[in-house]
């Protein structure tokens, strides 16, 4: 492999983009090597300011009104074309349904490899980017490297932690790139009912399975959630099979990190446990005592969940002087 050109970061959610430049950071001070974020989109001039009080030494912004619609046909081209003309070492890109759309095309075009979700990142004594991810629901993590460059790796929301702001001093270059016409048209856009926070990001979180009978049944869950300033989810067979909600936590899902995880009515299978396992605090609640979300639970309550979650709602309740 030939010397690093460069770490760049690139993810069309701003958090994201300032977590993979807090990662970034780490790897191309390894490689003693500068760090680039990529800036796409429209009257974006001040965010590459800001990207570079996160760490970006460079920012190669791209202007255009066609970043706004949902078709990532333009990303593709733009991350395309910048990547041919200064041949970055590493790029790592948001792991977002749109961020694993474009790393996946991009890496194609490049005629490199690109590998998903990487939560572990580090560079190893030849130089190479160590890429791990987790794998068996999150019993393993398997470790890849990359024989062609750039090395292209997506990288979930919160896996790493974004630098303190400082004033710093860096290039913002714009460059000029003939955006490819997409090939499909958004006919309609429709907001989904979305809760107030986002599942990834919500504090507490009470779950339901297949335990709770009936979907009526999740007032129980929506009270004690609301006690708890929560959020409320599901196992992937109310959203999938019984077709009760649209969003699941799991391996196959979101995966979450709360302070606090209540689990209701769940079996607790490694495809659900990998999407908790990060949670600070994980509380069961089965009347099954084989049930093996006990095995990953920090505090286990035996018994109906019918019971127990009126009784805890009410108990605290009284305990926050909520009336
Ligand atoms: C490729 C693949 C990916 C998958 N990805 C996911 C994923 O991302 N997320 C996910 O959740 N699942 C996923 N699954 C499904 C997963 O394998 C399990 O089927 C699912 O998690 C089980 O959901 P559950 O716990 O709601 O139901 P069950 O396994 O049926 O468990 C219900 C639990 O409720 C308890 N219970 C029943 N009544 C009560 C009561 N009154 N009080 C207290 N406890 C009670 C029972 O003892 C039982 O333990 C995936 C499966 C596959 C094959």
Not at 17 to 29: F, P, Q, Y
Not at 96 to 105: C, F, P, Y
Not at 159 to 186: C, H, N
Not at 215 to 221: M, P, V, Y
């Amino acid at each position: 492999m030939g010397e690093p050109k460069g770490v760049w970061v690139c993810s069309e959610n701003k958090d994201l983009t300032l977590e993979l430049l807090g990662k970034g950071n780490e790897l191309a001070d390894k490689l003693q090597t500068e760090l680039a974020a990529v800036l796409l989109g429209q009257n974006v001039e001040n965010q590459a300011n800001e990207l570079i009080g996160f760490g970006a030494d460079k920012v190669y912004m791209v202007e255009d009104s066609q970043f706004k619609n949902l078709r990532a046909e333009p990303y593709v081209s733009a991350l395309t074309s910048l990547a041919k003309q200064y041949e970055p070492d590493i790029l790592l890109i948001g792991s977002t349904k749109r961020g694993k759309e474009v790393a996946s095309r991009v890496a194609t075009r490049l005629e490199t490899g690109c590998v998903p979700d990487c939560t572990h990142l580090s560079i190893d004594e030849n130089k190479r980017l160590l890429m791990g991810r987790m794998v068996y629901g999150g019993n393993a993590v398997a470790t890849h490297f990359s024989r062609a460059k750039p090395q292209i790796a997506t990288v979930p929301p919160r896996a790493f932690e974004k630098l303190e702001y400082k004033e710093r001093k860096g290039e913002i270059i714009k460059v000029d790139v003939e955006l490819e016409q997409p090939r499909t048209e958004v006919v309609e856009v429709k907001e989904i009912e979305a809760a107030k926070v986002k599942i990834e990001e919500a504090k507490v979180v009470v779950a339901g399975g297949r335990g709770v009978e009936k979907k009526e049944d999740f007032k129980i869950l929506d009270e004690l959630a609301e006690v708890l300033g929560g959020q409320v989810a599901y196992t992937r067979p109310l959203c999938e099979d019984r077709k009760w909600f649209t969003d699941w936590v799991g391996l196959s899902g979101n995966k979450i990190k709360p302070a606090l995880y209540i689990g209701c009515g769940i079996s607790g299978v490694i495809q659900h446990v990998a999407g908790i396992r990060d949670s600070q605090i994980i509380v069961a609640i089965n009347k099954d005592s084989e049930a093996p979300i006990f095995e990953v639970a920090d505090y286990m309550i035996e018994g109906d969940l019918y019971e127990i979650v009126p009784a805890l709602s009410a108990a605290l309740k009284k305990l926050l002087k909520i009336s």
